[in-house]
């Protein structure tokens, strides 16, 4: 149980374009997901926290203009890189939760790679 | 301020010999732990929990970790390493729902098994 789906599983587009990331809860009803940031050899640095219909809340230093984040229902969750340059080039993951009490599960990521 | 310390970036120990990889934490409150596995270009893998009950916790795989809350330590445990477990392992600690039950992840610690 508690599967987390994340697609597409690698991604390279051109510099200045959009990419959109799918985080999806296939059994059970995620009311918070999270997306992190991965840089090689590092541990995962949290870009934002969203909830079920709300607004997300980005950590200090991440752009929300840059990285959209949709919840719109309780089983999936966006994140869409935009007008994406080399730097944002990394290893994104989501991970969901259907109680704030209880351990997160994890996507198995998105490797963006922008040329 | 709450955090993580994962004593060992890396570890090597041979298949068939234990496996120790430590965490140490500090928190205001009664903290949640988790111990994850991420193996490559994965996301991460929930092994263990620790969430204020039974100080000694087992998990999947073979693993466990104790609770030592005068230590503040939640050291990961195997008594037989497999190739199968070499890969990236992550110690977390959650605060609980005052600070929004945010994750904070250790360095991490990259678990070589030598043949």
């Known amino acids: 149980g508690a599967v987390v789906s994340q697609h597409p599983s690698w991604v390279i587009c051109k510099s200045g374009t959009s990419v959109k990331i799918e985080c999806r809860s296939l059994d059970f009803q995620a009311t918070t997901m999270f997306w992190y940031r991965q840089f090689p050899k590092q541990s995962l640095m949290l870009m934002a926290t969203?909830?079920?219909?709300?607004?997300?809340?980005?950590e200090q230093g991440v752009e929300k203009d840059k990285f959209l984040i949709n919840h719109a229902s309780l089983t999936l969750s966006t994140l869409t890189v935009t007008s994406a340059h080399p730097e944002d080039s990394s290893f994104y993951i989501c991970?969901?939760?259907?109680?704030?009490?209880?351990?997160?599960?994890f996507g198995d990521g998105t490797r963006l790679s922008i040329l | 301020a709450q955090s993580v310390t994962q004593l060992d970036s890396h570890v090597s120990v041979s298949e068939g010999t234990p496996v120790l990889l430590r965490c140490n934490y500090s928190?205001?409150?009664?903290?949640?732990l988790f111990w994850y596995v991420q193996h490559p270009n994965k996301g991460l893998q929930l092994l263990l929990k620790?969430?204020?009950?039974?100080?000694l916790v087992k998990g999947i795989n073979g693993f466990e970790a104790e609770f030592k809350k005068s230590e503040t330590s939640f050291h990961l445990t195997k008594p037989s390493a497999h190739m199968s477990d070499a890969a990236e392992y992550f110690c977390v600690v959650s605060d609980g729902p005052d600070t929004g039950n945010q994750f904070y992840f250790g360095t991490g610690t990259s678990l070589t098994v030598i043949p």
């Open positions: 928190s205001s409150y009664s903290p949640s």
């Open positions: 991970s969901a939760t259907f109680r704030t009490d209880q351990p997160q599960h």
């Open positions: 620790y969430t204020s009950a039974a100080t």
């Open positions: 969203s909830n079920e219909g709300s607004k997300a809340t980005y």
